[in-house]
Structures are given as C-alpha cells and as structure tokens.
C-alpha cells in the first residue's frame, strides 16, 4: 500500500518568533488545516530552546518551554489528534537544546540538525566552507543519535534543507554529493536500531533542476536501512498550510514509499 498523507509532524504557529505579528496563524487554523487536509494526525513544533540549557543566541532565550506551553491546552476536536512537540536544535559545540527531562513534556520532538544558517550559534564556518559543512552535517547528526533522549519520540528535521549551505547556489547539494552511499549507511543504520524517525520536509526538496537525485539520494539509503518516515510541511504562514498537501503528493511520487514505513511515536 503507498504511503498515506494523513499526518503532519512538523507545523509552527504564530508562537515561533520569526512569524511577524498577523501573519501566522493559530491552533484552531491548524486543525481546519488538518480537517480539509484529511490529516489524522497533527503535531505543533515551535522553535525551542529549553531553559535549562545554557544558550547566549537571544532568539532562542525567548522560546522556551514557558513560551511554548502558551499554546497549552491545545483544542480538541473529533478525528484529529493534535499533539504537542517542539523543533529543537543543536548548537555550534554539539549542544542540543533539550535535557531527558524536559522531552517528557513534549509528545514528539523534532530536532534540526540543518539549521547551519545560523552563524555564530549554530557554526563559526565560513558560507563556503563545503568540506567544513559536510564534516558538520555528519558530527550533528551523529550527535544527537548519541545523545540520553527518548529517540523514539524523536524526528530528525530536514536533513537535505538548503540551509546546510544557504548562501552559496545548490550548496546545500555540494555538501551532500560529497557524502559516500557508506558514511549515510553509517548513520541511518543507527537511526533505524535505534527507533527515531526522519522527515520528509516539503521544503527540504529545493535545488536547481535536474539535481533533485542528490536530495532523494540519503532518503532512499535510509529505507534501504530500515529507517520510518513521517511528513512535515514546516508550515509558518496560512499558505504553507494550503499548498502542503500537493507537496507531500509530490515528494511522495519521487520516494514512492510505502505505507509500511510510515514512522509512529
Ligand atoms: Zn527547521
Ligand atoms: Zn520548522
């Protein structure tokens, strides 16, 4: 059976402080979301930075959990469950921005081990330091399989997001070309034994034409491993959510995944 759209694991509201005042959109938007979209499933992940983890990066410092748990108690409504997450992420030292104990709070956590367009937080490496990146790439991800978290209920967000290189043209592809069918292996091997899931982000997808193999390539590596899947839109604004069914369609046929490697938590 193929892959059914019936989830969205990653959706911000206007709680995450790059949407400007009255253009974002609320829970209650998210779940009509969800209701023309035939979703089952939804998950709210804001950008989160815990508390309890020292942080000097002022935009993080004001979305914490006590910023967060703003959206609580979510709205209910028949035929949707809507569950509470976050996006956390992972610092320039191998940090990641949530402990054991705070992950308890949350139902599913997605962490973003792409957001490398964070200069000075997130990496000190120049735009176009293509070898530094993808060396990285791989020590991020690596670091959060390591890390004492409930991986179960874990996401890993984005992984072929243009954000790894963003201010060089298709860097994000040049990063990833030079990664080995074997070093992906490596760590989608662990992702799998270990039980955490990986994103299909409607806007990890991006490149110029005739690339898109570059980005379907770890995907297809990590079904080969056993690895489960689950769709994110990454929605931020009201037309996100309009058009982030077509996107799953689309990214879908590529994959041509199947119902059976869908990711639960
Ligand atoms: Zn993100
Ligand atoms: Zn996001």
Known sequence: MDFIIDHDYHVHSQLSIDIAAGEGYDNDAILDYADKSSLKKV???NHFWDETVPCDFEWYQQQGY?????????????????????????????NIGITKQTAEKFDFIIVSTTHMHMQGFTTDLAAYDINGRREEYLARIKKVL???LPLKKIGLAHLTSVLIC??????????????????????????AAL???IEINVKAFRCSDGLV???????KI????????????????PND?????DGFKRILNMLAFEEEQKFRF
Request: charged content about 30%; some cysteine.
């Open 146 to 148: 390591s890390a004492d």
């Open 222 to 237: 990590a079904a080969e491993c056993g690895c489960r899947f689950y769709l994110g839109s990454d929605s931020h604004f």
């Open 195 to 197: 039980g955490a899931g």
């Open 166 to 191: 963003p201010d060089v043209e298709d860097g994000h592809i040049k990063v990833l070309s030079g990664i080995s069918d074997s070093e992906y292996k490596d760590v989608f091997a662990k992702v």
């Open 43 to 45: 998950c709210l992940t």
């Open 66 to 94: 006590t910023h967060l748990s703003k959206a609580l108690p979510l709205p209910k409504r028949d035929d949707v469950e809507f569950f509470f997450g976050c996006e956390a992420d992972v610092d320039k030292n191998l």
């Open 213 to 219: 193999d570059e980005l379907l390539r770890p995907y």
């Open 241 to 245: 959510l309009a058009t982030a069914k």
